[in-house]
């Protein structure tokens, strides 16, 4: 979402996110090797569509998710994990602060900001006279409540530590040792000081550790911490402050909005949005058939759209990437950490590395998303200036078959299929995710090529797995998944701290080791104010993750937009101040949908 309640690309950019596999794309480094002119070559998208015409104000916005999978319908921004959920909610909040196009906190929007590094604080100023969609007064006791909500011991969401555990007494408070968090000073009701035990460069970027979200006190404060995810004020009848309110809905289908009177920056142009579920093989012809007016397009289906009379078609890079990740442990509930498990199948860095080897994932990018996608070199998108422009890890299956070889992976009973070290045979359960028209194609291509250099990889259940079925083994570490094929946006903040941290759910891989945390912790540290110890310390931790290969990328992507002919004004720029294609000022030219 662009922050400030618009669309970006992806939706709420600011956040990190769990993603499906199927869409998209992005930019690669011209550097990477093995990759021929056409497989570089990206289609160069326009971001701003502005049509002529009077303006056509009120009317109903028809709005497509697009998804193979049913929304969860985590309405509330600081329990959602995925961008089906963000995609809902960009119509009811958004963040607090506005972004500009460096990705850098200003305040130009709802409340200010000020950042001090030498004291380590950080002054939060709410307008006066704010309303929640319910008409109840928005104080700073809300922002203040929002960090305890997050930081309570019995909290269900992803969210701590990384927003709101470097505060003074956040721990204390979050192990019950404190009744309140000694670093929030309240200095009245527009205004608090946030007190930090150690401050980083995080903290100015949009999504990075300043928290930017928040949620209403009053109705939450009475509901427990073991039934507030399945509530009907998180399911179904969510209080929020952005532009419009939801006024009905199809659980997991459709959603109804209207303008919300007390919106701080006055009352919305649409009479009404309506965001519906669209499958990914039949929005190209919902679009074109001028039922909706704006949708995420799919990549692969490109050449079928790219000329179409109905609508402008929008791209940028993307902040997401996809990445097939090893398993290798489980989360530690109680202590609020990753256990790896050293006698994990996936514990042995040649066969990691065999594997990545072994994929071709340019070849993919090549065949399936004709210019726009290209296989990927780091764990971090070269969307950030932080991507360290290494090679990315080469295909050679040649390479990968000596490296098992000399790891004591042999195929010892002449089946075909390597055993492992010690001689127990080995099969690898392989999951990935539905979505798209060629999800079984790529994951039986990937299998395919592990099978070529002796590797017995068997994709769990047999077929790909359904969005939310998928992340939920995925994050409950079922037993059935060594390896696993997936997608991240990593929002504005390419800090892989919250994706790869020992202390982080979202960590789903659940690997560690000390080196990782130093590294991770350099560049979370006071010394990465200093532009060029952070870009170092971004780059050695890139090596880092390359060499050990608990993970790797396989895909950098562009996200597609389109928008139909009616619409008067839409971008999908990265800042979002000034910023006239907001949702709450979207305008038409035209009262029907162009077909």
């Keep these: 979402m662009k922050k400030g309640w618009k669309y970006s690309l992806p939706i709420l950019a600011s956040v990190a996110l769990l993603t499906a596999c199927?869409?998209?794309?992005?930019?690669?480094?011209?550097?990477?090797?093995?990759?021929?002119?056409?497989?570089?070559?990206?289609?160069?998208?326009?971001?701003?569509?502005?049509?002529?015409?009077?303006?056509?104000?009120?009317?109903?916005?028809?709005?497509?998710?697009?998804?193979?999978?049913?929304?969860?319908?985590?309405?509330?921004p600081a329990l959602?994990?995925?961008?089906?959920?963000?995609?809902?909610?960009?119509?009811?909040?958004?963040?607090?602060?506005?972004?500009?196009?460096?990705?850098?906190?200003?305040?130009?929007?709802?409340?200010?900001?000020?950042?001090?590094?030498?004291?380590?604080?950080?002054?939060?100023?709410?307008?006066k006279g704010a309303k929640w969609s319910d008409g109840k007064p928005m104080t700073i006791d809300d922002y203040i409540f929002t960090h305890e909500f997050i930081a309570n011991k019995n909290y269900p969401g992803v969210r701590y530590p990384f927003y709101v555990g470097s505060i003074e007494g956040a721990e204390?408070?979050?192990?019950?040792?404190?009744?309140?968090?000694?670093?929030?000073?309240?200095?009245?009701?527009?205004?608090?000081?946030?007190?930090?035990?150690?401050?980083?460069?995080?903290?100015?970027?949009a999504g990075g550790t300043l928290l930017a979200m928040c949620i209403p006190k009053h109705?939450?404060?009475?509901?427990p911490m073991d039934k507030v995810m399945e509530c009907d004020q998180v399911r179904k009848n969510p209080v929020s402050f952005g532009p419009y309110k939801l006024v009905s809905m199809i659980p997991g289908e459709s959603f109804t909005f209207e303008p919300n009177e007390y919106f701080y920056e006055g009352k919305p142009t649409l009479k009404k949005v309506i965001a519906e579920v669209v499958s990914s093989n039949n929005i190209v012809s919902e679009m074109e058939n001028g039922n909706y007016d704006i949708g995420a397009m799919p990549a692969d289906k490109f050449d079928s759209y790219s000329k179409s009379p109905a609508f402008d078609i929008l791209g940028g890079k993307s902040f997401g990437w996809n990445y097939t990740a090893f398993k290798f442990g489980k989360w530690d509930k109680a202590k609020g950490e990753v256990a790896p498990d050293p006698n994990a199948k996936m514990n042995n860095k040649s066969l990691r590395q065999a594997m990545a080897m072994a994929v071709d994932n340019d070849l993919i990018a090549?065949?399936?998303?004709?210019?726009?996608?290209?296989?990927?070199?780091?764990?971090?998108?070269?969307?950030?200036?932080?991507?360290?422009?290494?090679?990315?890890?080469?295909?050679?299956?040649?390479?990968?078959?000596?490296?098992?070889?000399?790891?004591?992976?042999?195929?010892?009973?002449?089946?075909?299929?390597?055993?492992?070290?010690?001689?127990?045979?080995?099969?690898?359960?392989?999951?990935?995710?539905?979505?798209?028209?060629?999800?079984?194609?790529?994951?039986l291509a990937y299998i395919k090529w592990w099978n070529e250099i002796g590797l017995d990889v068997k994709l769990t259940?047999?077929?790909?797995?359904?969005?939310?079925?998928?992340?939920?083994?995925?994050?409950?570490d079922d037993p059935e998944i060594d390896v696993y094929a997936a997608a991240w946006n990593s929002g504005n903040d390419p800090d892989p701290q919250e994706f790869w941290g020992r202390k982080n759910q979202f960590n789903m891989a659940r690997y560690a080791s000390e080196e990782n945390d130093k590294l991770?912790?350099?560049?979370?540290?006071?010394?990465?104010?200093?532009?060029?110890?952070?870009?170092?310390?971004?780059?050695?931790?890139?090596?880092?993750?390359?060499?050990?290969?608990?993970?790797?990328?396989?895909?950098?992507?562009?996200?597609?937009?389109?928008?139909?002919?009616?619409?008067k004004y839409f971008?999908?720029?990265?800042?979002?101040?000034?910023?006239?294609?907001?949702?709450?000022?979207?305008?038409?030219?035209?009262?029907?949908?162009?077909?």
């Design 172 to 205: 204390e408070y979050h192990v019950g040792k404190a009744d309140h968090i000694s670093g929030i000073e309240k200095v009245d009701d527009q205004t608090v000081i946030l007190h930090y035990k150690e401050m980083t460069p995080s903290i100015k970027i």
């Design 366 to 443: 090549a065949k399936f998303y004709k210019g726009t996608r290209t296989g990927g070199n780091s764990l971090i998108p070269p969307v950030f200036a932080e991507n360290n422009g290494q090679d990315p890890i080469k295909f050679d299956p040649a390479a990968a078959k000596k490296l098992l070889d000399k790891a004591g992976y042999k195929d010892k009973d002449g089946d075909g299929f390597r055993e492992d070290p010690n001689g127990k045979k080995l099969v690898i359960n392989y999951a990935t995710m539905a979505g798209g028209q060629n999800d079984q194609t790529m994951a």
């Design 571 to 595: 971008d999908v720029k990265h800042d979002n101040f000034p910023d006239k294609g907001s949702w709450q000022n979207i305008t038409f030219v035209q009262k029907e949908r162009v077909k």
């Design 22 to 76: 199927g869409n998209g794309g992005n930019k690669t480094d011209s550097k990477s090797a093995g990759k021929t002119p056409s497989q570089n070559k990206l289609i160069e998208f326009k971001d701003t569509v502005e049509r002529k015409g009077k303006e056509i104000k009120g009317g109903t916005l028809k709005y497509a998710v697009v998804t193979d999978s049913p929304i969860k319908g985590v309405l509330n």
């Design 80 to 127: 959602y994990t995925d961008g089906l959920d963000a995609e809902v909610l960009q119509f009811l909040d958004g963040d607090l602060f506005t972004k500009g196009e460096d990705l850098r906190w200003t305040n130009d929007g709802f409340a200010k900001q000020e950042i001090d590094p030498k004291t380590k604080t950080v002054k939060v100023t709410f307008p």
């Design 219 to 223: 109705v939450f404060e009475n509901i």
């Design 461 to 476: 259940t047999g077929r790909p797995i359904e969005f939310n079925s998928f992340y939920d083994k995925v994050e409950h």
């Design 520 to 567: 991770i912790a350099d560049i979370s540290s006071e010394k990465a104010f200093d532009d060029k110890f952070r870009m170092e310390a971004y780059d050695k931790w890139q090596r880092f993750a390359k060499e050990e290969c608990f993970a790797f990328p396989t895909a950098n992507k562009m996200s597609i937009l389109a928008v139909n002919k009616r619409v």
